[in-house]
């Protein structure tokens, strides 16, 4: 099976990813557009937008059920989690620019390749997606982050303070 070749080969589709791939003129360049898990990111499909989403509705809940003190008569404040999420679902398909489907067709439709699998680096230019080689002249690694602290002895805590010290 032959190599695909791109000119440039972003993994990650998050949002730094998708909006790198957003920018490029993609009549010039050959783009490819790696994605592990689902296209968007964590942030949007698991994390920051869904949650954001759950707490607005929790907080128009809140100020329903508690209305009366502003003089308003609400009989009964209740949710239905099928609706709440389905509410979160809404949110997540406008911030991606419609369904996984409708986004993923597309990118196509814009001339981008999207490769699903995991991206391992055989060569600075050569990756193996899902069992399959290619290459790029350009590569973009945008996998987002998971926060660490890294162990620095020199770091201690004292007194409710941080303190750099030996």
Not at 42 to 50: F, K, M, Q, R, V
Not at 126 to 143: D, K, P
Request: net charge neutral; charged share 20%.
């Amino acid at each position: 099976m032959a190599k695909q070749a791109y000119d440039l080969l972003v993994i990650g589709a998050g949002a730094a990813g998708s909006a790198a791939v957003s920018s490029v003129d993609k009549h010039k360049l050959r783009v490819g557009l790696v994605e592990r898990n689902t296209l968007g990111g964590t942030c949007l499909n698991y994390g920051c937008d869904p949650t954001k989403t759950m707490i607005h509705v929790a907080q128009l809940l809140y100020a329903a059920q508690h209305a009366n003190r502003f003089g308003l008569r609400i009989p009964q404040a209740t949710f239905e989690w099928h609706d709440v999420l389905a509410c979160v679902e809404q949110v997540i398909n406008r911030l991606r620019g419609g369904t996984l489907e409708e986004a993923q067709a597309e990118l196509v439709g814009e001339g981008v390749d999207l490769l699903h699998g995991e991206a391992r680096f055989i060569t600075p230019h050569e990756v193996s997606i899902s069992g399959q080689t290619v290459t790029a002249e350009r590569l973009l690694i945008a996998i987002g982050c998971e926060t660490t602290i890294p162990p620095l002895v020199f770091l201690k805590q004292q007194g409710g303070q941080r303190r750099c010290g030996v």
